[in-house]
């Protein structure tokens, strides 16, 4: 008897009775119902022509302070020292780490800024390299969210919830969009090295939840080895590998037809995703052959594996082998004190390899149709969270208005959205929700956020949840 013989001798008469009666309620649903409808509403993906095909975003976990890097306020250098006005703070609340604080005096650092670009963008001196690619950068300064410690906050970024437990964005995009190459995953994560390390990062950021599995993002490590489990066992060859994964498919089929679980199929889909990816993921991340400008360009830290500046380049390779979604992940930004110093030290790690990603998509004619994102899950309140003095301050959370920065298809260039008060505490022009800002990238892509749902547990679900609306100001 073989495996196959063996499997179907174990099917009892209930088993085969209520599978039939299933077998026949589907092949009748499936007549009316084609592709995704029984679970999805209005699916048929895109829904009118993207101008990006593809996403990177350079994820800045912590919260950087804008009023350090993009945000100006000379008015907190005037009134250094003196305290946040009433009438400016109202009844906002404030972070648990500054609730008990008796005095909220504002604090300004030893940073200049100037105006880059034919749009005249403002910058700070931590940004030299940005002032480069000033042209290029679509600043929207008055992004806003409810979340006001970093878990939640970055988690309803991530995935439009902050409970957690939904698809993440990457996930979205990699089951409504699919993959543009059959060999890798059309969601990849990294994770970067920092000169320190805070807030911890999630699986649950780049989790699928309820979505199919294979939708999942696939998480790259730095050396040899950058995915776990993907090559063969000793003993084990290509032959073996692929008689196996046979076999298991088939084991997957007959399940299928017993129990109507359509997670086999993702499985099976899984399977053959691993063994196509244990040639193309080696021959993908080989830098080996990038010329001594590529890694000049990006600055000295591209040679060290696990960098930021190496997985910039990781993901414009990526993304030059038809990657959908790159998602990379940099720690650090979380100052609560010595600010000045730290802030120093991480606009230094992400400053000249965010601009040569820009600069190195741009010649080789992926930035057309490839979005970049630079930003965090929310942002720094304009006064001192402890101890002021003239060298050194800190920072605490500050989820009413933020800064971001895009690049690439079609997002208008040079060009500043939003507007906050001389503080830095409000929006007093063209607010941007955290679900408006989901609602935008979708569009770019092509698809009309409030159309594309997944039916779960007898609700349709969305990345945006029942808010959100395209900023189409900010779109060419």
């Not at 969009?177 to 059309?186: C, D």
Request: hydrophobic content about 35%; charged content about 20%.
């Amino acid at each position: 008897m073989n495996i196959f013989e063996e499997y179907n001798s174990k099917v009892n008469r209930r088993e085969f009775l209520s599978g039939s009666v299933l077998g026949l309620g589907a092949t009748a649903l499936s007549s009316l119902l084609t592709g995704n409808e029984f679970l999805t509403n209005d699916n048929n993906l895109p829904h009118f022509p993207p101008k990006a095909k593809r996403v990177i975003y350079l994820f800045q976990s912590g919260a950087p302070s804008q009023l350090e890097l993009f945000d100006y306020k000379p008015k907190l250098k005037e009134m250094f020292g003196q305290e946040l006005p009433a009438s400016i703070r109202g009844e906002q609340r404030v972070s648990g780490m500054t609730a008990n604080q008796r005095s909220f005096p504002l604090a300004y650092g030893k940073f200049t800024f100037g105006q880059y670009g034919q749009g005249r963008i403002w910058l700070s001196d931590l940004l030299p390299y940005h002032q480069q690619i000033a042209d290029e950068l679509c600043v929207v300064k008055s992004v806003h969210t409810e979340a006001i410690n970093h878990d939640p906050a970055v988690t309803f970024i991530q995935t439009g919830s902050q409970q957690g437990a939904r698809p993440s964005f990457g996930s979205w995009i990699s089951y409504g969009l699919g993959s543009e190459n059959k060999n890798l995953p059309a969601f990849c994560v990294l994770l970067s090295r920092s000169t320190s390390y805070d807030q911890p990062l999630y699986a649950k950021l780049w989790n699928n939840a309820f979505l199919p599995s294979e939708h999942q993002g696939v998480l790259f490590r730095s050396g040899d080895d950058p995915i776990l489990y993907l090559n063969d066992p000793p003993g084990v060859d290509k032959v073996t590998r692929r008689d196996m994964l046979d076999v298991l498919a088939k084991l997957h089929k007959q399940q299928l037809e017993t129990v109507l679980d359509d997670e086999l199929n993702s499985r099976i889909a899984q399977y053959e995703m691993a063994y196509r990816m244990q040639t193309a993921v080696p021959d993908t991340l080989d830098v080996s052959k990038e010329p001594d400008w590529v890694f000049d360009l990006y600055g000295p830290q591209a040679r060290k594996p696990g960098t930021y500046a190496a997985n910039c380049l990781l993901a414009r390779k990526l993304i030059e082998n038809d990657v959908r979604f790159v998602q990379l992940y940099h720690q650090g930004w979380d100052q609560h004190g010595n600010l000045p110093t730290d802030i120093k030290k991480l606009a230094k790690d992400v400053d000249q390899a965010s601009a040569a990603l820009i600069l190195d998509l741009k010649q080789r004619g992926l930035l057309e149709d490839t979005l970049v994102i630079w930003g965090g899950e929310f942002g720094r309140g304009c006064y001192s969270q402890g101890k002021l003095t003239p060298d050194n301050y800190g920072r605490d959370h500050h989820p009413r208005c933020y800064s971001i920065w895009m690049a690439g298809a079609g997002v208008k260039k040079g060009f500043t959205y939003g507007e906050t008060d001389d503080f830095g505490y409000n929006i007093i022009k063209d607010p941007v929700h955290v679900h408006d800002y989901q609602a935008t990238i979708m569009h770019l892509l092509g698809i009309d956020h409030e159309r594309f749902t997944f039916k779960f547990q007898g609700r349709r679900y969305r990345l945006t949840d029942v808010a959100g609306h395209v900023v189409k100001d900010i779109l060419l």
